[in-house]
């Protein structure tokens, strides 16, 4: 995932990501701001992840994340 994008998002995957990562608190959040690296090393503090697993945790969430919301905006085909 471009880390630009992800940083450009942040807002809406905020909210998400608290219930992806139950263990994350509102301080941690602020603490991350978008920034993947320093979402990466708090999923590292929290769940003991390595940050190769952090990382592709946080783009495999954000990939399903984004494919929901495209499925939910596509027009349903015409009978």
Do not use: H
Not at 36 to 44: A, K, P
Not at 48 to 71: N, P, Q
């Amino acid at each position: 995932m471009n880390k630009d994008v992800f940083e450009g998002k942040w807002k809406q995957i905020r909210g998400e990501a608290k219930a992806w990562w139950g263990k994350l608190t509102d301080d941690d959040l602020d603490r991350a701001a978008g920034k993947f690296e320093v979402l990466t090393g708090i999923l590292q503090e929290k769940y003991g992840y390595t940050r190769e697993k952090a990382a592709d945790e946080i783009d495999k969430r954000v990939t399903e994340y984004e494919a929901t919301l495209k499925s939910k905006t596509q027009p349903t085909p015409a009978k």
